[in-house]
């Protein structure tokens, strides 16, 4: 590359990088001699040092008297300053390649190498003269010299978001919340100030700049008659534009460039606004996990102790479901029978229809946490959340706390958040069916007062700050405040209300089970008792006395809805073979008063006998 042929003592200086002066090059300068300007090559030796003198034979003056070219003295001079400028832009442009930045990087080297080649065309030609104008000359220093005008504030803006880039790669996490708003804020404020203020678009703004470069280019470049006139006619307002274009356009550019590079096409905008919703969304997760946890451990002890102290009867009584499905499940298992008297008939359908009810309540019941934005405190960062959700992956997680075993179910009860209406109305279906789990439920949610829900706020604060701060002791942290919250709830009030009740229920399922009990042991020895007769009248169907056939015809239709459905298939496959009684048992099938008889079957048997009508 030429050097700008500036002189220093009188003599012209070539200027070197550290490394050509060492290792040696040549270099080509352009060095007055006389009145005129000419390109001159001069050899550097390896090892020359900053400001020394190379004498070069033949490049100087003629002698007056021989007119022998004489000899021409330059000075080095070593440049210390651009070689580290393009070092730390070239560690720049690397280290932005490998964080969230690539394209930005590669703009911002593209764009210095620009300036560089740019730079030094204008060094290179400061000090020639010509004799007449020239447009292409001009047209080359113009696009020169406007082009660093514009590319160095973009440069500037690309090299922020690089280092921005790389500033959020290596201490994003350790950024806090409110730093992060901050800077999007700015991006979002000077992206307003073109869409409101300007009327444009960033990019529109950087085409109109462009625009603008193009103008100023083609028309300082122009020498023609009807400029200059009209040069001189607007000479002030062009020496206004070109006075203030650079400047404002620079500024704009600038401006344009930050948010066009960094918030269209960059990624740290995005990387920012990546990070912010990450902390938002992970501290929310953190704060949902902080509340679960304590309600639940606070709900499964305020349940464990309400249990321990209500009467014994009724914590016995609480057993007793299972025992009451059986018996409900063996009387069923004989549609064909009722119980002996009205009220415990009316009691098994009571039973019956509250375990259809308990098939529809899902086995988890859950009193779910309403949908809100936490508050986040403005110095939280990405990291410390990030340590939170890892250390509740760590924490014992309770899946639910078990409320009662029908045995055909299994009923949990988990908490998200404990609110004492929530909680009413989660579990009022279960105790519909259950009302033995009434009372307990009764004794929680009247012990979950306001100074409960206070208590609950002032430990969930305590909890989060142990998350974000102290991550290695949240188990622990979160164990103790939900024993100190239980520990701290009176129970008096709401036991001595709940007593009494619970007493009553308890009796009232022990009856329950005990008529039920009764009822289907009852029902299971009619249910025998009648198996074996009929397993006597069948074959008696075939009997060779006529007599026998009839009377064994006449007990089978008393027996009516009591013939169960093993001995009415033995029945139908008599009707159906060739045997003596055929008949017979075609016209028991076919006159039985039995729900288990449908009209094809019940025409099918008319048939066979013969008794259509």
Known sequence: MLTDGSEEDGLPVVDLYPWQARIGTVKPIVARVGDRERTVRVRIPAGVTNRAKLRLPGQGLPDATTGRPGDLTVRVRINTRRPV????????????????????????????VLITLAAGYLRATAGQTRAKPSFTQDLRHNICAFGIRY?????????????LAIYLTLFGDSLSLSWLRDMERLFNDVSAFFSDE?????????????AVYLVSVWLLSTWSRWRLRLARILRRVVDAYCDWSGPLGAGLATLAALTFFGVHLGQPAADVQLRIDATQDGYAAVAQRAQAELSQRVTEQLLSKAKDSLPPPYRDALNLPPHVSTAVAGIAAHPQYRLRTSSAQNMFIRESTRAQQAEQVPETLRVEEPATTPYIPPDTTPGEVRTAREAFGQVSHRAGTD???SGRKKFVLQVQKLVSEQLRAVTRPLTDAYPILDPLIQVVTEAVDQSVQDRLG?????????ALHDPDQLGS???SEAEAIVSATDLSGPLSRAGPYAEQTSTDLRNTLNTLQAGQADIERRAQADSALMDRLIPQLGAPSEYTRVWALDQLLDLGPRVDATHLGQLVTNMRGFGLDHQYAAYVVGHLDSPLVDAALRGEARRICGCAH
């Open 85 to 112: 400028a393009h070092l730390i832009v070239a560690a720049v442009v690397l280290a932005g390649t490998s964080s969230n930045a690539q394209l930005v990087s590669l703009l911002l080297g593209t764009i210095w």
């Open 151 to 163: 590319l160095a504030p973009v440069g500037a803006a690309l090299a922020f978001f690089v280092l």
């Open 198 to 210: 300007l009327q444009l678009s960033e990019a529109g703004v950087l085409l109109v700049l462009g």
């Open 403 to 405: 409320l009662i075993d």
């Open 458 to 466: 002032v430990s969930y604060d305590r909890i989060m700050d142990t």
């Open 477 to 479: 942290m979160v164990s």
